[in-house]
């Protein structure tokens, strides 16, 4: 019964992480490969990179899990593989919200984030 109530409660607070993000947009400067002015949309479970005119780059599923955050393409521009999985710390700061790499197999992937962070919209 003890395992039962902690997977509940691990499932209840992922879900919890992704709803805090959810159907918020932050704006940055992303390297694609040069700084491009990005919107990120954080939907309910997808994630999509978008031009301010809200031409899509890149929809990507997205899981939140304590500070983590790991994606994986479903559709883009990118040149980064379907099957290739990516994990990233974000936290906020100064109002702002970083993603920072921990693990990317895809290397255009890998440095487009805004190191000075996102603001929200």
């Known amino acids: 019964m003890k395992k039962i109530m ?3 409660f691990a499932i209840a607070l992922s879900g919890a992480a992704n709803a ?3 159907n918020t947009s932050w704006k940055g400067q992303f390297n694609i490969p040069d700084a491009t002015d990005m919107i990120l949309q954080f939907k309910t479970d997808t994630l999509q990179l978008t031009y301010p005119d809200n031409t899509p780059l890149e929809t990507m599923s ?3 899990s304590n500070d983590t955050l790991t994606v994986r393409k479903l559709d883009g521009q990118s040149e980064c ?3 290739q999985y990516a ?3 974000i936290f906020m700061k100064d109002k702002k919200l970083f ?3 921990i693990n990317d197999d895809c290397s255009i992937r890998l440095g487009a984030c805004p190191s000075d962070g996102m603001e929200k919209m």
């Open 62 to 64: 997205y899981k939140i």
């Open 87 to 89: 994990t990233y710390k």
């Open 99 to 101: 993603i920072a790499p």
């Open 20 to 22: 805090q993000f959810a």
């Open 6 to 8: 902690t997977l509940f």
């Open 81 to 83: 593989s379907y099957d």
